[in-house]
Nanobody
Framework: QVHPVESGGGLVQAGGSLRLTCAASGRTFSTNAVGWFRQAPGKEREFVAGINWSGGKTAYAGSVKGRFTVSRDNAKNTVYLQMNSLKPEDTAVYSC????????????????????WGQGTQVTVSS
């Protein structure tokens, strides 16, 4: 099994930046796409960004496109989410998850396609 672990969350002012890290413990996830999702209080969990197994394909929600960048280092078994120009509406618990299908060429946005989930890291953006 893969156990993703998120880190890097915190409190930041609007306009600031944070970099989240998703590290795998247990089995490697270098053969699988990894997605970032977030859930704000009172709202459903939503797809934020994802990267396929090789790093050659990425996908973003419209609300973060141009501000967030997802990347991965398979040698370190790690995926990153660089978040710039943060807004108060980005406040949420951010979780990473591993695609259940290895070597999928595309990034899927459906939560049902992700098998292993981390516990999440809180991101709070103050106005």
């Amino acid at each position: 099994q893969v156990h993703p672990v998120e880190s890097g969350g915190g409190l930041v002012q609007a306009g600031g930046s944070l970099r989240l890290t998703c590290a795998a413990s247990g089995r490697t996830f270098s053969t699988n796409a990894v997605g970032w999702f977030r859930q704000a209080p009172g709202k459903e969990r939503e797809f934020v960004a994802g990267i396929n197994w090789s790093g050659g394909k990425t996908a973003y929600a419209g609300s973060v496109k141009g501000r967030f960048t997802v990347s991965r280092d398979n040698a370190k078994n790690t995926v990153y989410l660089q978040m710039n120009s943060l807004k108060p509406e980005d406040t949420a618990v951010y979780s990473c998850a591993v695609d259940r299908v290895p070597f999928r060429a595309i990034v899927v946005i459906s939560q049902n396609e992700y098998e292993y989930w981390g516990q999440g890291t809180q991101v709070t953006v103050s106005s």
